[in-house]
């Protein structure tokens, strides 16, 4: 385990899913669930969509080094552009998302079966996203499965603790498209260290 690439993969995820829908459907959830529930279900759903993205990254370590690389900084300049295109979407305009498709799929449950209704919208919510693609491509890069795995669930379980208890506040001080720029740069600058180490 390597507590440098846990650092990194939470910073690099944090900063990712900051802005991203799953952060949205976390906060409407907890609107109409309990919010430990709806945390409970939700940290289920990133701990298994989290694993096969790791798993999906050990495997495409069996690939030559150097064409780990160029995929891993391909998906992470890719994660940039689009970042950053839905920053410009969300730019300037009059209203952000609210999450509000998210409260349509949300069954009127009690009980126990909230943290299950949550963990069902979040996992086809969170499928092929962005910070899963991330994940992918840090354990692919490292080859540290496991330190990849904690550092990413920990910042998916942070950003879902923060939208369940802050999320409405936080979208006051701090506008999505501000977060978009920001993970933008993240993953620029991923990409280009990955790409420099191919290079050097």
Same mark, same amino acid.
């Given at each position: ?38 945390? !409970?279900? $939700?940290?289920? #759903? ?7 993205? /790791?798993? %999906? *990254?050990?495997? &495409?370590? =069996? +690939? ?69 693609? !991330?994940? $992918?491509?840090? #354990? ?7 330190? /990849?795995? %904690? *550092?990413?669930? &920990?910042? =998916? +379980? ?43």
């Amino acid at each position: 385990m390597d507590t440098t690439v846990i650092a990194l993969a939470f910073a690099a995820i944090f900063v990712v899913e900051l802005p991203d829908k799953t952060f949205l459907a976390t906060l409407v959830l907890s609107t109409k669930y309990r919010p430990f529930f709806v945390w !409970l279900g $939700v940290g289920a #759903a990133f701990a298994i969509q989290t694993l096969i993205a /790791v798993v %999906i *990254g050990g495997v &495409a370590t =069996l +690939l030559p080094t150097d064409l780990i690389q160029i995929i891993a900084a391909l998906l992470f300049f890719g994660g940039s552009i689009l970042l950053f295109i839905e920053g410009r979407r969300h730019h300037g305009t009059a209203t952000e998302e609210d999450g509000s498709e998210f409260a349509d799929k949300a069954k009127d449950v009690r009980g126990f079966r909230q943290v299950v209704a949550s963990f069902m919208v979040l996992f086809a919510a969170e499928w092929g996203d962005l910070s899963q693609l !991330l994940s $992918v491509s840090l #354990a692919a890069r490292y080859d540290e499965p496991v330190s /990849v795995f %904690i *550092g990413s669930w &920990a910042a =998916l +379980l942070t950003v879902s603790g923060l939208a369940v208890l802050l999320g409405r506040t936080l979208l006051r001080f701090i506008k999505l498209h501000v977060l978009h720029y920001a993970g933008a740069v993240v993953c620029l600058v991923l990409g280009v260290l990955t790409l420099v180490e191919v290079l050097a």
